[in-house]
T-cell receptor, first 114, second 110 residues
């Protein structure tokens, strides 16, 4: 596709359930990022993948959060045992390469934990 | 740690200039960025400036960088209602990721 695609666009889940959020980056982009956007909290960095390097997981808020990137392309962000405070918009972005901050963002997944 | 600060709200009248300010802490960044987020959408890169420049102009947009004070600003000339959005300042973090501010919501009144 022409841009970064995220699915689902909306997800409602019950507290304690696991959720998976998907990101399809722009073809050929080697860098992939996950951010979380909460009301009043701005954009919070979660995790960053660059090529075959070990991901930078320094932004993950707890061990309930994990992400993987298969084949250097599609990425999945998994939240286990969801809590109400996990409710937010989860944004994925991709970029042509390291050191270049021209990120292309998807429209996000709105996660609501009831 | 690395941090980016910006004011949360700005309201201007159509036709006026808007100035959105930002301060950052990481002095090693090569580039600094401004992103725009329209309602219900992801962020889009608006403009960026190389850290050894102090000004960049792009049509109605002017970016000013004061590296000594670690201060970045975005000026939008002749602001239009279509400019209403949230504007994020971003700093190229030392780890390769971008550190974003909390965003400034620009409201343009007719």
């Amino acid at each position: 596709g022409a841009g970064v695609s995220q699915s689902p666009s909306n997800k409602v889940t019950e507290k304690g359930k696991d959720v998976e959020l998907r990101c399809d980056p722009i073809s050929g982009h080697t860098a992939l990022y996950w951010y979380r956007q909460s009301l009043g909290q701005g954009l919070e960095f979660l995790i960053y993948f660059q090529g075959n390097s070990a991901p930078d997981k320094s932004g993950l808020p707890s061990d309930r959060f994990s992400a993987e990137r298969t084949g250097g392309s599609v990425s999945t962000l998994t939240i286990q045992r969801t809590q109400q405070e996990d409710s937010a918009v989860y944004l994925c972005a991709s970029s042509p390469g390291q050191g270049v901050g021209k990120l292309f963002f998807g429209s996000g997944t709105q996660l609501s934990v009831l | 740690g690395e941090d980016v600060e910006q004011s949360l709200f700005l309201s201007v009248r159509e036709g006026d200039s808007s100035v959105i300010n930002c301060t950052y802490t990481d002095s090693s960044s090569t580039y600094l960025y401004w992103y725009k987020q329209e309602p219900g959408a992801g962020l889009q890169l608006l403009t960026y400036i190389f850290s050894n420049m102090d000004m960049k102009q792009d049509q109605r947009l002017t970016v000013l960088l004061n590296k000594k004070d670690k201060h970045l600003s975005l000026r939008i000339a002749d602001t239009q209602t279509g400019d209403s959005a949230i504007y994020f300042c971003a700093d190229g973090g030392s780890q390769g990721n971008l550190i974003f501010g909390k965003g400034t919501k620009l409201s343009v009144k007719p």
